[in-house]
């Protein structure tokens, strides 16, 4: 009987880790949405295949960043006291 709670109890396991991993995939989807809405590219008719390339290009330049061990110091600007990053920016949506 020792066998039978084992497995249930991996399956337990395993069923709280794909619910964690649905999480961080949640969090990580709403992460870049914020993201794209505020910078204004979510309203961009910008096809799919282009976003892809485009944000390949943005994580090979943070990968590349990241051995060369500068990761933190070219990724990320420095905050502003209201929470953004860097200088305050002016976006118009008005098509």
Same mark, same amino acid.
């Given at each position: 009987?020792?066998?039978k709670s084992s497995l249930s109890d &991996? *399956?337990?396991?395993i069923a709280k $880790?794909?619910?964690r991993r649905r $999480? &961080?995939?949640v969090?990580? @989807?709403e992460r870049f949405a914020r993201a794209a809405t505020k910078s204004g590219l979510a309203e961009m008719e910008i096809p799919d295949e282009e976003? *892809?390339?485009i944000l #390949? #290009?943005? @994580?090979?330049r943070f990968r590349k960043a990241e051995k060369k061990g500068t990761a933190g110091a070219t990724a990320s600007p420095p905050r502003q006291a209201s929470g953004g990053f860097g200088?305050? @920016?002016?976006v118009s949506h008005d098509g």
């Amino acid at each position: 009987m020792g066998a039978k709670s084992s497995l249930s109890d &991996l *399956d337990a396991q395993i069923a709280k $880790l794909r619910e964690r991993r649905r $999480l &961080l995939i949640v969090k990580s @989807a709403e992460r870049f949405a914020r993201a794209a809405t505020k910078s204004g590219l979510a309203e961009m008719e910008i096809p799919d295949e282009e976003v *892809d390339r485009i944000l #390949e #290009e943005i @994580a090979a330049r943070f990968r590349k960043a990241e051995k060369k061990g500068t990761a933190g110091a070219t990724a990320s600007p420095p905050r502003q006291a209201s929470g953004g990053f860097g200088t305050p @920016a002016v976006v118009s949506h008005d098509g």
